[in-house]
């Protein structure tokens, strides 16, 4: 599977009238890259997966602040 952050280098304009953004970063979850939901996948226990909001590890995207 691919990183979950993904990188994005706009187009900046000679005319532009705002300080640019050289760098836009975005997430793909890991949905995006799961057609259908295989059968025995490993569980995470039920106390882990009530702190992390998923049951199963494969389908985990950590959540980042930018701040």
């Given amino acids: 599977m ?3 952050e993904k990188v994005w280098y706009p187009f900046i304009g000679p005319f532009h009238p705002c300080p640019p953004i050289r760098v836009k970063t975005y997430s793909t979850p890991p949905q995006l890259y799961i057609p259908f939901q295989p059968m ?3 569980q995470y226990s039920p106390m882990e997966a009530l702190r992390l909001g998923t049951l199963w590890p494969m389908l ?3 959540y980042d602040t930018k701040c």
């Fill in 2 to 4: 691919s990183s979950q």
């Fill in 40 to 42: 025995n996948l490993p």
């Fill in 60 to 62: 985990y995207s950590p």
